[in-house]
């Protein structure tokens, strides 16, 4: 979209130990090495490796997210973790609402708008996900859905500075199966339309990203559809080279 500086942002989901930072370093040194100039990058890691993460990649144009956060700053939760302590561990963005986190926990758009509400609070960037399941796509409701996603978990306060929106087809996730370029070009005009309609001027300037079996062949077409401003990337964010070879395609 013009005027949008490009995202990247990979999610490791539930994967990596500390063994894993060197391939996390690499990746922050190709964004040094010239891709920081076309597009900014990141990727969400589990809570246990953010620290770590954020002292692999110091000094680097690369930032570290969380891949979820309670919606309180602190209290009797055992075993969540709140925005404000991802901030503390060295997190800039934190995912909210991915489709795993919907499924697994029963999450719904008022929680997710929680979520997002929290991470603000703590002076982070929320990657709000949406996107439809298998079956509301073969019923022909997925822009229904994405209407109604966008309606209950985005906040009005939403803006380009705080807030990323990802377009995330639950059927492409991890799957190998992508959208046709209509049906991305389809989806990501409406979520902007979407957006203008609950924040006004504002929406024309949030990066909305495409996730969903994103992979360095498939990406040159994907990145390039109108109103993607980037990759929400699971699988291919855990080698370096898959991940440098997606974010490449804006050179
Ligand atoms: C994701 O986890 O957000 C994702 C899009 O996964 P994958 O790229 O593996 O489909």
Redesign the pocket.
Known sequence: TPGIRPLVAG?W?MNGTSASLGELRAIGEGFAQGLDAVVDGLVCVPATLISRAAEAVAGLPFAIGGEDCHPKESGAHTGDISAEMLKDAGATYVIVG?S?RRTDHCEDDATVHAKAEATWRAGLVAII?IGETQAERESGATLEILSRQIEGSVPANANAANAVV?Y?PVW????GLTPTVADVTEAHAHIRVRLAAKLGAEAGKIRILY????KPTNCGELLSVGNVDGA??????LKASDFLGIASAYQ
């Open positions: 999610n989901k991915h795993e996900c990802a995330e492409a996730i991890g799957t996730g969903g079996s994103v929400l990337v699971g699988g291919a964010s």
